[in-house]
């Protein structure tokens, strides 16, 4: 029992310094990366035009449902023009960088991994270096750079479409004046707020991309399946633990910070 | 397309008592080999007797577990970066399943490694990639995927991009493995063709015993891990260990095995 704890241990403090060997060498190696510049045009395409329409569609009704919630229960107290903040605040401190995050992770990061997954299974990576090409340069350093590209941009339009969202709930479809939302929501969004909101886009995009690359990049390693399981298990693997970083990562990032 | 430089008698690739293993499984044990300079080289062996990891411990992609792989003289286990570096601007490998980016088109796969590995012009990169598709008559494919392109065109494009750096070595993995008897062929002819046009050495894995045996300088046979013949085609021929024999005379073997099935003996305990 101890042994085996000891093991275990041993094992996930070697991956995670493994891990961070491998994102280390993503971001350094893109500086003698050649002709970065077409790999990070269609790594910020699959990972930010590509999630347009899901973000839309999240944002929209993240947005109609804290409105819709948020009405009623602040009418309760009388309070119902406190809308705008309450909408505000939840998607710029916290809605906004997780769920975009999540959405990112589930379209773009999985599919990443499994691109990663059948390069390493089918030997292309392997192909990489034998022609004397970085592999981390090549396919991880545009993902990790168009991560902090993307990440940051798709929050923000979250944010707004959320708005837009809280917006309809509160003023189109309740009789909340829709100057009184737009002008509480301009006051109660001060500049640590929108700072918070990057730095958490940041580090979800730079941690979840380099879980995903990293995911795809050894699923040859994965000692218990083969091939095309191997694949599948390491898209699983990627998506579920980016998951759970996000959410780890933003309440370590809100305590630091608050 | 300039030749390397075959006039010197020092060998190109040395191979001094490399074991590999995974897990507890030895794959290699205590190998030695000499690849000649300009000659090509094949290796020969059943299946899973180690040919492929011995080929790609020669191409640095494998780590030895001991012994070492000498590149003109020089380990390559010890090497510095630059060092690795330009051997790996030296040598190609062509994967048994071809290994193309299927993100890039034929153009692009075949300019890869002119683009990211050297410090070429554009112009003449453009050059090198028209000339190795022309070559290799892929030139009115360039646009098209790996994927629309059918196993023996993927297999010339992957030659093409092994060849685009004029390397001085390259290894080939199986180069024939499920193709019929004609693209085998000409697959070896192709191999034997660039080979003498362009000079580089070359080591190629393969089951395919005749068309080996017609197209190599040398041959080396693999028996679980371990090297058990090393000389020129003709002297295999004549070579009267068991292990050699036992490879040449196989389709012997065939032809008598299923002349004993059909008159109802008793199928060999190593077929049954």
């Known amino acids: ?258 | 397309m300039s030749k390397p430089d075959t006039s010197s008698s020092a060998p190109l690739l040395e191979v001094h008592g490399l074991r590999k293993q995974f897990g507890d499984h030895v794959v290699l044990h205590d190998l030695n080999l000499v690849v000649p300079r300009g000659r090509l080289l094949t290796i020969l062996g059943k299946s899973g007797t180690g040919k492929s990891v011995l080929l790609k411990c020669l191409a640095g992609v494998l780590a030895p577990d001991a012994g070492e792989v000498l590149f003109e003289g020089r380990p390559l286990g010890t090497a510095d970066a630059p060092t690795l570096a330009a051997f790996r601007r030296r040598c190609s490998y062509l994967f048994q399943g071809n290994a193309l980016l299927d993100s890039l088109s034929a153009w692009d796969n075949v300019a890869l490694p002119l683009e990211q590995a050297t410090l070429l012009p554009k112009p003449e990169i453009r050059a090198r990639v028209r000339d190795a598709l022309r070559r290799l008559e892929l030139e009115a494919d360039a646009a098209r995927y790996p994927s629309q392109m059918s196993g023996g065109m993927q297999k010339r494009l992957a030659l093409a991009r092994a060849l685009v750096t004029r390397p001085e070595i390259v290894l080939f993995d199986e180069p024939t493995a499920g193709l019929d008897p004609i693209r085998r062929n000409a697959v070896f002819t192709m191999i034997a063709h660039s080979q003498r046009e362009f000079g580089f050495t070359a080591v190629v894995v393969t089951h395919d015993l005749p068309e080996a045996l017609a197209a190599s300088d040398r041959v080396a046979l693999l028996v679980d891990g371990t090297l058990c013949f090393e000389g020129a085609p003709a002297e295999f021929q004549a070579s009267a260990s068991p292990a050699v024999a036992a490879v040449r005379d196989s389709a012997s073997h065939l032809a008598g095995q299923i002349a004993a099935i059909r008159r109802g003996e008793p199928v060999p305990a190593d077929l049954a």
């Open chain 1, 1 to 258: 029992m101890l042994s085996a704890t000891g093991r275990s241990t041993l094992r996930i403090v070697g991956e995670l310094g493994d891990f961070a060997r491998f994102t280390a060498r993503g971001f350094t190696s893109a500086i003698g990366s050649r002709r970065l510049g077409r790999r990070l045009t269609r790594a910020v395409y699959e990972q930010g035009v590509r999630c347009l329409p899901v973000i839309l569609i999240v944002g929209t009704f993240t947005g109609l449902v804290l409105g819709l919630q948020g009405y009623h229960t602040l009418k309760g107290f009388g309070s119902a023009s406190l809308l705008g903040p309450l909408v505000a605040n939840s998607l710029v401190r916290e809605l906004a960088p997780v769920l975009a995050a999540l959405m990112i992770v589930g379209q773009a990061g999985s599919a990443l991994t499994a691109e990663l997954g059948i390069q390493r299974n089918s030997e292309q990576i392997d192909a990489l270096e034998t022609m004397g090409i970085d592999p981390h340069g090549f396919l991880v350093a545009p993902r990790l750079l168009a991560a902090l590209i993307v990440y940051p941009m798709m929050t923000s339009f979250f944010a707004l479409i959320g708005l837009v969202g809280g917006w309809v709930s509160g003023s189109v479809l309740l009789p909340l004046p829709g100057s009184v939302y737009w002008s509480s929501v301009y006051r109660s969004i001060n500049p640590e707020d929108v700072a918070q909101c990057i730095v958490k886009a940041l580090v979800f995009g730079g941690l979840t991309i380099a879980l995903c690359c990293y995911n795809g990049f050894t699923a040859h390693r994965r000692s218990t399946t083969t091939g095309a399981r191997a694949v599948s298990a390491s898209t699983t693997r990627a998506v579920v633990f980016s998951s759970i970083s996000v959410l780890a990562a933003d309440y370590l990032i809100t305590s630091l910070l608050v």
